[in-house]
Every structure is written in C-alpha cells, then in structure tokens.
C-alpha cells in the first residue's frame, strides 16, 4: 500500500521530468499547484504558520533545540517516527520539561496536561502517532522536510474539508494550530484556498 508520503514523491519525481503513460510533466509553476501553493515559503500559509508556530523542520517548544536546554542537540528531522513518539510521551524529559512553560491561555495548562510539539508544524505526539495510523506511515519514516509537509497537508485537508462553511473551516484550523487564532481571518481564507483541500 502506498503512504502519502510515496504518493507524493512520486508526483514530484513525475513533475520533474521523469513520467510515465500514467502523467505528463509540468512546469515549476504546475508542479507547485500540484504539491499544493501553501507549501512555498512565500504563501500566506508558510508566512502566517512562521509567526505563530515555527520556523523550522527541527523546531521543538520555546525553540528549545537552539537554547540552553537538555535539548539543545536535538534534531528532529534526523529521527525516525518510533523515536519520535518515544520523546513526546507525557511522562518522558521532553513533556516533562514543556509542562511549566506552557503558556497561560493554551488548552493543555488551562486541563493540567503538556504539550510536546516537533518540527515546523509543530505536530504534537497524540497528533504523531494519529497520523501514523492514519496515513500508513511505518516507524522508521524519517521526520524530514517532506515527512512534516505531507503531515501538514493531511492535517490542514482534514480541518478544512470537515468544514461546511469559510466560518467553520477556519474554527477547525484554529483547532489544529492554537496559533492560527492569532491570525486574521482574511488570511486564514487565503490559508484554506492555498492548501487547496
């Protein structure tokens, strides 16, 4: 069974030339439709996630991979999906350690909980070992660039195309990402039309 993440290597590697009776090569500009506009670093969707979430692959809580922490080596597109879920148990140093730095007004401190997001969309590990399942992903599917930008999509789809209105769709982007509630709503519109769900 081919994962999402096959899927979408092979539209690339059929965009960049090398196609078969099934596809037909495009140009950049079609190759970026075809991967979806709220990838390119310039979109409204990479900008607006860059203010409110993260703005790297490695990103972990209070960017802890670059302070002064027991995290600071850590780089998550370098680990696999199994190790992944292993540093974002609850009860492991890593949820241990966001646990009191949670900011006031987040669900997870208002319930008593942690939080333990990773990597550029800041995917959580409920979220990590849903998306697993979800999306057919083995265990040793590596945390990289494209690993986060298919999650992303999946994620930022499934949000959207719950919704039956702009005003719902919205409310259930904002339920994925907390920061997208410090985005306006004229740019979360264009958010949903880049994804392109």
Known sequence: MMTVIDE??????????????????HSDEQEAEVTSASLREDSVTQQSLEKVEAGTYDTLYANAEVGDTPFSDVRVTDMTLDELVAFSKPSGEYGKWVKP?????????AQGLTSTPMGKYQIVGTTLRSLM??????GDTVFNEETQDAMFLFLAKDAINRGNDLDSKI??????????KNIPKSDLAKVIQEVGA
Do not use: C, H, I
């Open 101 to 109: 730095r949670l900011g006031k007004d987040t669900k997870a401190r």
């Open 171 to 180: 409310a259930n982007l904002r339920g994925v990402w907390e920061g997208f």
């Open 133 to 138: 399942k979800q999306m057919n992903l083995p």
């Open 8 to 25: 979408l290597k092979l539209r690339k590697e059929n965009n960049m030339g090398r196609y078969d009776a099934y596809s037909s090569p």
